[in-house]
């Protein structure tokens, strides 16, 4: 079984762009598991100049997504990883 939440997310994790490497975001993630989406509000360290694309090799790597309400991002599968 799950552990249940917490008051909120604590840890902080880097997301890089799979192709190049480039650091994209600080994201306080919650949970454990994959990452497949991103609450922009959670972002936060945003390192993009353009949403959605790295500003380094200028390749897509998610979608503009809204969430319960909530802007988020929507990861593309395996564009990004994240430690
Ligand atoms: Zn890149």
């Given at each position: 079984m799950a552990k249940p939440n917490k008051k909120g997310p604590s840890k902080t994790v880097d997301i890089f762009c799979?192709?190049?490497?480039?650091?994209?975001f600080k994201y306080r993630k919650?949970?454990?598991?994959?990452?497949v989406k991103s609450f922009k509000t959670r972002i936060s360290q945003d390192h993009t100049?353009?949403?959605?694309?790295?500003?380094?090799?200028?390749?897509p790597f998610a979608r503009e997504v809204i969430i319960r309400g909530l802007p988020a991002y929507k990861f593309i599968g395996g564009k990004v990883w994240f430690k």
């Amino acid at each position: 079984m799950a552990k249940p939440n917490k008051k909120g997310p604590s840890k902080t994790v880097d997301i890089f762009c799979r192709t190049c490497n480039a650091l994209l975001f600080k994201y306080r993630k919650g949970g454990k598991g994959a990452l497949v989406k991103s609450f922009k509000t959670r972002i936060s360290q945003d390192h993009t100049l353009v949403p959605c694309i790295c500003p380094n090799c200028q390749k897509p790597f998610a979608r503009e997504v809204i969430i319960r309400g909530l802007p988020a991002y929507k990861f593309i599968g395996g564009k990004v990883w994240f430690k």
